[in-house]
């Protein structure tokens, strides 16, 4: 049971007597320019309003000499020069507990739904460093997603990092939410980084369902904030998963999306003057992706699986945050218009797709199945354009001809409807039945059973 009086004692102990002061100078669009106070980046400062309005929180993004630069968590209506900046001594932390479970929680970690205040004892710093790269444990088990295609053909380790690339309205949302209710991860943490209104909501009661909200946090961030909040609901997320990390769960985090979490530190940076450098994009997103993406993995403790979404802009996998979030994780998922507009979902390009640790964490007939069925869609794809209008002519070349009498069953195997469920046992099992090759019970048991959270 939480203390109620324990944040009141911490506020005590944490209390600074000397109040750090400045007051506001410029307003420049989104950046709060002013006199002081002394603070350092990423501070949290108060903004004072006048006419009994309630302070407005800002953050330090940059110093130009004597004169801080913040940007607003909200809105700066109602900031005017002369304004008193007041520096809060601290950055930005999350209350932390199993109590987040079930609950939406805003860019500052506080309740966004309609339960009660978010209290606790422990705080997690939203910026903090990745894991010591020499104590990170060794990712040998899979974690399951519950999605056939995944666990089939591009097996994911407990603790990897994967993205999942694809342009706008191919179904990565519904992709994240077959994988939060299927997963046999401990817990799952959803950051929706500058996403419509519209789809939070969506995303809890139709992708996620009651089921996946009540092992799970949402952290939401939407786009119509400011560029500060979606970039610390990303860190706010991470924080939260990191806490679940250290008390030894294996944790699912997914993030949608890395793109939105760019464009709002592009804006930060063109705001406090930074040179564009590629596509538009500032030096400092480029320092920040590595940042925030080494965060998850494994540690000595526990485990975070990430799967991070990237939104491609006019399906050019090639483009400035693709290529370097690409370079960057552990393996890629391809998401196809094309296999979209056919009405194939989920819509997952294999071919196109890699999981660098699908060998390791896989038994020797789990790969041996994966690769004859790759094989056998490449020497498809190659073809299907003569078999299509006909030229192909049966008997001509044996590797077409086994390809073309396993298509739909590969097909069958790779579509799965949205509430569709797909244990690891049922799915090596269909696996081996497609490939023609006996996968023995006890790979399956390369992961555990979901656990169960009716206690």
Known sequence: MIDIFEKYRTAVEELDPIRYTGVVTRVRGM??????????????????????HA????????????????MSYGDVQGIEIGCTVIASGSVLSVPVGKHLLGRVLNAMGKAADDGPEILSSVHYPALASAPDPMKRATITRRIVTGVRALDGLLAVGRGQRLGIFA??????STLLGMIARNTNADVNVIALIGERGREVVDFIK????PEGLKRSVVVAATSDQSPIARIRGAYVATAIAEYFRDQGNDVMLMFDSVTRFAKAQREIGLAIGEPPATRGYTPSVFELLPKLLERSGTSDKGSITGFYT??????????????????????HV???????????????????????????VSGAKSREAAARIRRMMAVYDDAEDMIAVGAYQKGSNPAIDESME?????????????????????????????????????????????????S
Request: aromatic share 4%; charged share 25%; hydrophobic share 40%.
């Open 167 to 172: 342009g706008s309205g191919v179904g990565k």
């Open 334 to 360: 391809i998401l196809s218009r094309k296999l979209a507009q056919k009405y194939h979902y989920p819509a997952i390009d294999v071919l196109s797709s890699i999981s660098r640790l699908a060998n390791r």
């Open 206 to 209: 139709n992708d996620l369902g």
């Open 406 to 454: 396993h298509h739909p069953k590969i097909e069958n195997f790779l579509c799965q409807e949205v509430g569709d469920t797909a244990p690891i046992g049922e799915t090596l099992a269909q696996l081996a039945a497609v490939a023609d090759i006996e996968i023995p019970p006890e790979e399956a048991e390369h992961a555990d059973p979901a656990p169960s959270y009716d």
């Open 310 to 331: 990237v939104l491609v802009d006019g399906d050019d996998m090639d483009e400035p945050i693709s290529d370097t979030v690409r370079g960057i994780l552990d393996g």
């Open 31 to 52: 950046l709060i320019e002013s006199s002081g106070p002394q603070v350092v980046v990423g501070e949290v400062c108060q903004i004072m309003l006048s006419r009994g």
């Open 55 to 70: 302070p407005v929180f800002a953050e330090v993004v940059g110093l130009d000499g004597g004169t801080v630069q913040l």
